[in-house]
């Protein structure tokens, strides 16, 4: 650690970026302004691997540990992990991926981490881990010094469940029933869903309903998603466990970067992996630009999206349920009965064809939300509540959990297997394909559409009227887009 050099200060070797080389000034007056001796000789501090870049200010505490190791000041920590950012005053501040931290160190054999007292509730989930949380320099020697005398954070009793909103409850929607039927569809088996209708329709106000019918976290969901937000720098302060599947809406001006990860350095998660085991929106689907939204083909499809670049290559989970929605042409109002559309045909097949083919095969449900009628709008009788659809959600995916599989996600090489067709439902699909013209893959989101209809209906063979039901939720595919 102590160098040989005439020149007095830190040198760091390792490739370090900006934030770690600045941490030799934070390091060194959080010390002396915390009362601790600093050494006087030039230092020389090697970050191993050093083929790795460093990135983060993640770095500060455990390398003003060490020095105080050298000389003393603390006792001998191996078994110890270590992560924080130091203030000028000694203080400890809050870092990202604290989570990610603990589960490392776990891997790695260590038996304690210290990390900010505001990261200790996030990472004391993982379990095997003792997780100290310290407020300022000083606080975490004496966790190294005395550690009988300090109790390990004790994360929350309260795990992973229902989080009810009254503010997004289905009940409150009127009218709407073909909608809400497959929004509870699309719950029910992890399905992506397009709702196109004209302004004021009420899609926006379906698609934030719908995580309120979903099943509640098991603790390796919250855990991944958990993970996820904390590397992203979006967890709450004190936070642990997510216990709400989350909801994203991002802004159509959104670029490729934000939706599916990069950025700088070490690439972050984007909009796809922080809705991982939740709810993408996408509101006024077409405003988004066509390259942005070609990429979306590889999270819907392998459930993952790979970030490559000269420094690293990460792969992010992204496993969301989809929920677009738009306007059926720019105005909003073509179809409409008591509004007029002044939109030309050019302009609306231009509109359209934002939305590329094969993007639209990968989206299951294609749901028609037209304007609601007066006497819907203003009746007093409410549909079904959040609760009731849920149940009949939970009931379904129970069913798929017995095979191993969310409809949505059942491999090719199980489709013929776990979805028989009676003789009605087999020529009700092959009429459909033929006058349709689906492509291979929307044959096999009918099918799994046809599944989770007839789970809903606790029946072990698809009928008939389950692939219909499921057909006719593909037809803006000739609507629309033929």
Known sequence: MFGS?????????????????????????????????????????????????????????????????????????????????????????????????????????????????ENAEEAAVVEGLEVYGAGHISDAVHVLNRPLEFA?????????????????????????????????????????????????????????????????????????????????????KGAGLLAARPFRSPHHTISAAGLLGGGMGVPRPGEVSLAHHGVLFLDELPEFPRNVLEL????????AVTIARSQACLVFPSNFTLVAAMNPCPCGFMGDTTRECRCTGAIVQRYLGKISGPLLDRIDLHIEVPAVPFQELRGTRAGASSAEMRDRVMRARMIQQQRGYVNALIPASRLRGLCPLDEAGERTLETAVRRLGLSARAHDRILKVARTIADISGQEEIQSKHVAEAVQYRGLDRNYWS
Request: with cysteine.
């Open 5 to 117: 050099s005439a020149e007095r200060g830190m040198v760091m070797v390792g490739l370090p970026d900006a934030a770690v080389r600045e941490s030799r000034e934070r390091i060194r007056s959080a010390m002396v302004n915390s009362g601790f001796r600093y050494p006087s000789q030039a230092l020389t501090v090697n970050l191993a691997p050093a083929n790795l870049k460093k990135e983060g200010a993640g770095f500060d505490l455990p390398m003003a540990v060490a020095i105080m190791g050298v000389m003393g000041t603390v006792k001998p920590c191996p078994d110890h992990a270590i992560s924080g950012e130091l203030s000028l005053d000694g203080t400890i501040r809050p870092i990202r991926g604290a989570l990610s931290i603990a589960i490392c160190a776990r891997q790695q054999g260590m038996k304690r981490l210290i990390v900010p007292k």
């Open 152 to 236: 390990p954070c004790v994360p929350k009793a309260a795990g992973p469940g229902f989080q009810v909103d009254p503010e997004h409850d289905f009940a409150d929607v009127r009218g709407q029933s073909t909608a809400k039927r497959a929004l509870e569809v699309a719950a029910a088996g992890g399905h992506n869903v397009l709702l196109l209708g004209p302004p004021g329709s009420g899609k926006t106000m379906l698609a934030r309903r719908l995580p309120g019918i979903l099943p509640p976290f098991n603790f390796q969901e919250a855990l991944e998603t958990t993970q996820v937000h904390s590397v992203a720098g979006a967890l709450a």
């Open 296 to 303: 979306l083909r590889q999270p819907l499809e392998d459930r």
